[in-house]
């Protein structure tokens, strides 16, 4: 389980005043009964990310996971421009040194266009 928000700052407050470890578990479960002491481990990480990043609060927002380096704005206007000049670039064979998936990916979710050519198989009759 997470450390909540005011536990981060307690362990931040108390362990920059306090040369113990040992002791600073201690405060933490007199002050915090409901939740086990964190571990020698915990209480270091979060002091070494608050001297390093100003906080020990969850940033991974934004910067969790693979980056889209596929997918940058140079990337999807050059794709843009080439279907504007030939819509019917094929994706797998596309000329543009870019993946089948990429190339799909890209006209789907950037440009919002269909990355399929519709084909009419039947006429209707009115």
Known sequence: MQLTKEQRIFIIVNALDSNSIQHLQELF?????????????TIWKNVRKYKTEGTSLNLNKGRSGR????????????????????????????????SKSTLKRIVK????????????????RY
């Open 29 to 41: 479960q007199e002050c915090f009964p409901e939740r086990n002491s964190p571990s020698k481990v």
């Open 67 to 98: 980056r889209s380096t596929e997918r940058a704005p140079e990337n999807v206007e050059i794709i843009h421009q080439a279907l504007l000049a030939n819509p019917e670039i094929s994706s797998r064979k596309n000329g543009l040194g870019k």
């Open 109 to 124: 979710s950037e440009l919002k266009w269909h990355h399929y050519k519709m084909h009419v198989r039947q006429t209707t």
